[in-house]
């Protein structure tokens, strides 16, 4: 291969990676009429007492938008609701219902299994070397700041 094209081809197999992986993880959750953004907030949720829409964003990499409306759908399933922080009115949690506790629950372990069908392909020392190319990647990308500015200019 030309090394001219070795940048592009890595770019097409990283998507097409993504795609795949993407595929069969929504595969995995329609059964439950989950969407992987539903999935994240409720992860990221499951893991505390409660958190702002901005607090999730960040947490996620994505605009507050994208927050708001997988939000909505959760709440209107009566998942999550909104709750106002007692000191400060302006703050507005989101946390999870009982029933959207029991969801994550439930639904935690049928993503960590599929996650593991998948990663398993990789022997533990190509996942270990994935792992940490992926992470100089991406803290590279983050270091540089040009995502911070898009954020705070859509955000």
């Known amino acids: 291969m030309e090394d001219s094209f070795r940048p592009t081809i890595l770019w097409v197999r990283l998507n097409m990676t993504f ?24 992860v990221c949720l499951g893991r505390s007492d409660g958190l702002t829409l901005g607090e999730i ?8 938008g994208n927050i708001t409306g997988v939000m909505d759908r959760l709440e209107k399933g009566g998942y999550v609701y909104r709750d106002r922080d007692r000191e ?20 935690l372990p049928i993503f960590k299994k599929k996650w593991n069908e998948i990663v398993n392909i ?5 996942q ?26 859509e955000g």
């Open 57 to 64: 964003s960040k947490r996620l990499l994505v605009t507050g």
């Open 122 to 126: 990789l022997e533990p020392d190509e």
């Open 128 to 153: 270990r070397q994935m792992n940490q190319l992926l992470k100089k990647l991406s803290q590279a990308l983050l270091a540089s700041g040009s995502y911070q500015k898009k954020r705070g200019k």
């Open 88 to 107: 400060d009115r302006r703050i507005i949690r989101a946390k999870l219902t009982p029933k959207g506790g029991e969801l994550h629950k439930e639904i």
């Open 19 to 42: 795609q795949l992986i993407y595929h069969e993880i929504q595969k995995a959750l329609k059964e439950e009429m989950l969407t992987l953004s539903q999935l994240d907030i409720l």
